[in-house]
């Protein structure tokens, strides 16, 4: 499999990580306009590495079935876990989004944080398995 598109995306996502950072720590300054900007932002890059991510996914699966062998299902599972992961992560900051569109409180400025610690762990477990697929792939 091609290993350089998706780990440069793997990086880009990782950008995501610092931009969270800064959203929670203009909320916490109490600053919503550069908050809500922020959060934006991650959102954008996080659905726009998620869309190519899945088309790739599916391209993958016409080129290798999920049934050849054992390296095909966990090559799919690790995949479909990190996609689930990351679209669990796009729906918290929707939501938080949609909180933060009428006003800010330190429950958001605490909301936030708790999904940048998510984050965090999104691209760590991101990496672990680009890292790993991309081993495997590679010999």
Not at 103 to 132: E, G
């Amino acid at each position: 499999p091609k290993v350089v598109v998706p780990l440069l995306l793997v990086a880009l996502l990782t950008t995501t990580g610092a931009v969270m950072q800064l959203a929670w720590r203009a909320a916490r300054k109490g600053r919503l306009a550069a908050t809500r900007l922020l959060l934006l932002g991650a959102v954008v890059v996080q659905i726009g590495y998620l869309i190519y991510e899945v088309h790739d996914y599916k391209g993958q699966l016409h080129v290798m079935p999920i049934g050849t062998d054992a390296y095909s299902s966990i090559h799919y599972v690790l995949l479909g876990a990190d996609h689930a992961h990351v679209l669990v992560g796009i729906l918290l900051n929707l939501w938080l989004l949609s909180k933060l569109a009428r006003f800010s409180t330190t429950d958001r400025a605490n909301a936030l944080q708790a999904i940048t610690w998510y984050w965090f762990f999104v691209i760590v477990a991101t990496w672990l398995t680009a890292l790993a697929l991309a081993s495997a792939a590679l010999g």
